[in-house]
């Protein structure tokens, strides 16, 4: 098949980034990148591992999918590419329609790109003992960069699911109070978060008390107390699109010193995402929250405080101090401070979703970014 | 540390195990053999690939888990192994903790088990650069092994699990009418899970007409009509585990084919579980089930009918032709018969989980295994 049917693949940019590493190939394994070249969910691929899907794009415009048998019918009705080609599951190896391809592509002793970080270790041996000649590069830094600028599309689907999560959290604050568990806190969530037409919760931390230092706590059949700083990290998909946003509140009548840490959190996170413009350095941006954090007198001790989002939760780029690129327009943001206070012994973590334009930050979440403190009476 | 001490483990079984394989330690990275092996739950595991979290366990009674730093606090708190070794993200890798642990143990060249259906290729690389002496087999068939026998404590909570996904699903085809659609039934199911104190709603995969063909079909604004056919396949996790149940009923004015093929499809269920018991070969079962489809006149395809399920969602044993192993005591079952039938353009699919036991078959859904066919009206 041309390449030029590929859907909604950015096939220039593709071609463009093949060329730049010098590949001949770039084979997809990985869910989101499976949906991102092929067009079809196939989401049994998330839940079973070894039930590989995989995707081969060729420079010169050929493409493939490679499904289980059982998902045939679904990758028809809604893959572009018509090239689909299936295996047994538990008698024939994924692997081995692969390497069947490449051969009959000429490409058994090209340099290619495969996920590296998704290509299991079996899998991975299987490949090259059957092609001992391949080169194989990381695919990463080719979908990465890829995915990296969001299309409009791409940009509204990630606006509504961004809104959606922080007004569900948001309402849900409003009817919450002193005596409810951080059960029913993260039951409410989710339901509200179904209702409102996610695919799928994905993750829910909450913790509340000093349970809020842990920065991934899980809920328990724990009460909100008075006194309490209270930390939820929230997502879902919505038509494979993540969501991911962290809010922190406080119960009853909050200390003096938690009134400070959490309203001053706010502050530098709105202060960094004014200074995510494109042009800086992901690095810089890291070092200007870092700095903050030290003028204004908060601990700081994060690894990276942000990441892209997408199909994924966790996309490149990070905003970490060893990320030296530069931030470019389109690109979208998920800017995360966390303060893990042990004067307060509280956890504090504000986090929202920027799409980087040339007129300043696009905030996705649309919210009030935790700019007054809410305090659940 | 001394291996004693290691939590809920089989570390009887484990030793054995080990024994068995020749390997001198067992290198667990999955989420779900990290969480069985060191007792805590690292929820981004699962969300983030690359954060890995592994543990290593020594035949001579050693026992390290090695997680990202930001996860310290939680592994510390819940996790029955005292050797945590922290590492830094994006600045560290968590296989350099590993190497340096293999080689404090004297295990740098020594023949160990590591789970090579999720290690990734680029951690391999790195661990077999470090290390190229080391003697790498797969980890699975310890692990899985293993984790096969479910003791009284998992039973329950599959049990429950399993239970209430169940009374979940009948209450919702309870409430339904034609008119209402995919979606509205994907979200009621869902929340009524939540309330139900399920962790998450792991997948619901729900085709109506002729939809219900697709194996694995996700929920659409498409309204319930008279005539159709409506496939449901649903699970959700409880406390770490999953459940994974399959329901199909009939809306309004069913034909007399489907009522036949729903029907019989349900008898065959029924005989294929009667038929599960201590002793007799998996394969032998898959082929019971293949000549009962036969004989009652209904098209059969599956590679597989059924698999064990806990804290992944297929497990093994996996009921197959291929698989000839014995059917043990306290193995649990997931028995799902799928038939696709061209003729009333419908798909089937009837899904319970079963104990196996000395006295017969112990249906852990606790339900009519669809033994009246369900219309919705």
């Not at 998902?71 to 018509?82: N, Y």
């Not at 899998?123 to 299309?151: G, M, W």
């Not at 204004?296 to 990276?304: E, Y």
């Amino acid at each position: 098949m041309g390449i030029q049917t590929l859907g909604n693949l950015n096939v220039k940019r593709l071609n463009h980034l093949m060329e730049k590493e010098g590949v001949e190939a770039v084979v997809s394994v990985s869910p989101e990148n499976v949906l991102y070249t092929s067009g079809t969910n196939i989401i049994t691929q998330q839940l079973l591992r070894e039930r590989l899907a995989l995707t081969v794009i060729t420079k010169s415009g050929d493409a493939t999918l490679i499904v289980c048998g059982i998902e045939e019918s679904l990758a028809r009705e809604e893959s572009w590419i018509s090239d689909l080609r299936t295996y047994v599951e538990f008698k024939e190896s994924p692997i081995d329609l692969l390497v069947e391809y490449l051969k009959e592509k000429g490409l058994g002793t090209a340099k290619i790109a495969v996920e590296v970080d998704y290509l299991t270790h079996r899998y991975s041996q299987e490949l090259t003992s059957s092609l001992p000649s391949l080169d194989i590069v990381a695919a990463e830094p080719i979908l990465f960069d890829l995915r990296a600028i969001k299309n409009p599309e791409e940009v509204e689907k990630l606006r509504h699911a961004a809104t959606v999560t922080t007004n569900v959290m948001e309402e849900v604050f409003q009817e919450a109070s002193p005596g409810m568990t951080e059960q029913q806190i993260s039951s409410l969530m989710i339901k509200k978060l179904i209702d409102q037409g996610a695919d799928k919760h994905e993750f829910i931390v909450i913790g509340t008390g000093e349970r809020s230092q842990i920065i991934h706590p899980l809920a328990e059949d724990i009460p909100l107390q008075s006194g309490d700083v209270l930390k939820v990290d929230f997502g879902g998909k919505f038509k494979g699109y993540f969501s991911d946003v962290a809010r922190t509140v406080l119960v009853g009548e909050p200390t003096a010193r938690q009134e400070f840490v959490l309203s001053t959190l706010a502050e530098i996170h709105r202060e960094v995402i004014q200074s995510a413009k494109p042009g800086i350095r992901y690095s810089d941006l890291y070092n200007k929250c870092k700095d903050l954090f030290a003028e204004k007198g908060l601990p700081f001790f994060m690894p990276h405080i942000g990441h892209s989002l997408g199909l994924g939760l966790h996309e490149e780029p990070i905003i970490s101090p060893l990320n030296d690129d530069i931030i470019q327009e389109n690109v979208i943001l998920n800017i995360e401070p966390i303060c893990i206070d042990d004067e307060s012994k509280g956890g504090y973590h504000i986090e929202d979703l920027v799409l980087i334009t040339e007129n300043g930050p696009d905030i996705l979440t649309g919210s009030s970014l935790n700019e007054h403190p809410i305090i659940i009476k």
